[in-house]
């Protein structure tokens, strides 16, 4: 069964530096989105991606946060100057009919910022 | 935007007895409701969702009630298993389609 799959599994990084984070989503999906959990918390919506663009945006997604699909297969959340409370898990998950369809899940990129 | 509330925040209940979490939404044009389950340190995945155009829907020990007027719906696992202990967290589409917005999650432990 195809899955979503992201890179790396855990990323260290210190406070000011830039990081990205890779997903490749399901082959034939069109809908992608990027969520955060910071340990113990609830996951939290952070940007969603149709047609080479973005279809909506949180408040967490601010200037600093940025998305792309620079081939077919990659999708990138792009963090420009890490924060110590940027430290989450950081979710991607795709889905192949929009959101109101079941949403795929990656197994999740764990960012520490020291 | 719209809040979603869920609870309780943990549950313990004895293997083979039925277990309930109830979520509340705010937003009444919201119209997919989802409950994802979430093992120690694995990523969500879905075990349930309804729309709006139905109240309950069910699947195998799983099922879902959804109370539009009131805006809340709640989850019932009957006859439960060591394996159903994990966070569950619900979660509501908004009106524009676009953006989940997840409960805060409740911790369920089935006690052998």
């Known amino acids: 069964e195809p899955e979503v799959t992201q890179t790396p599994s855990h990323q260290v990084t210190q406070m000011g530096q830039e990081v990205i984070l890779r997903c490749v989503p399901i082959?034939?999906?069109?809908?992608f989105y990027w969520y955060r959990q910071i340990l113990g918390q609830k996951v939290e919506f952070l940007v969603s991606?149709?047609?080479?663009?973005?279809?909506?945006k949180s408040e967490i997604f601010d200037d600093q946060f940025s998305v792309e699909r620079p081939d077919g297969s990659n999708f990138t959340l792009k963090i420009r100057s890490t924060k110590l409370e940027d430290s989450a898990m950081y979710f991607c998950?795709?889905?192949?009919?929009?959101?109101?369809?079941?949403?795929?899940f990656g197994p999740g990129t764990r960012l520490t910022v020291l | 935007g719209e809040n979603v509330e869920q609870h309780p925040s943990t549950l313990s209940v004895q293997e083979g007895d039925s277990a309930v979490i109830k979520c509340t939404y705010s937003?009444?044009?919201?119209?997919?409701f989802p409950w994802y389950k979430q093992e120690l340190g694995k990523r969500p995945q879905l075990i349930i969702d309804?729309?709006?155009?139905?109240g309950e829907k069910k699947d195998q020990r799983i099922a879902v009630t959804l109370n539009k007027t009131a805006k809340h719906f709640s989850l019932h696992i009957t006859e439960t298993q060591p394996e159903d202990s994990a966070v569950y967290f619900c979660?509501?589409?908004?009106?524009?389609?676009?953006?989940?917005?997840f409960g805060t999650g409740t911790s369920l432990t089935v006690i052998p």
């Open positions: 998950a795709s889905s192949g009919q929009g959101a109101l369809n079941e949403q795929f």
């Open positions: 991606f149709y047609n080479n663009e973005i279809s909506e």
């Open positions: 937003d009444s044009a919201s119209n997919y």
């Open positions: 979660a509501a589409i908004d009106h524009t389609g676009n953006q989940f917005y």
């Open positions: 309804i729309r709006s155009n139905v």
């Open positions: 082959s034939n999906h069109l809908y």
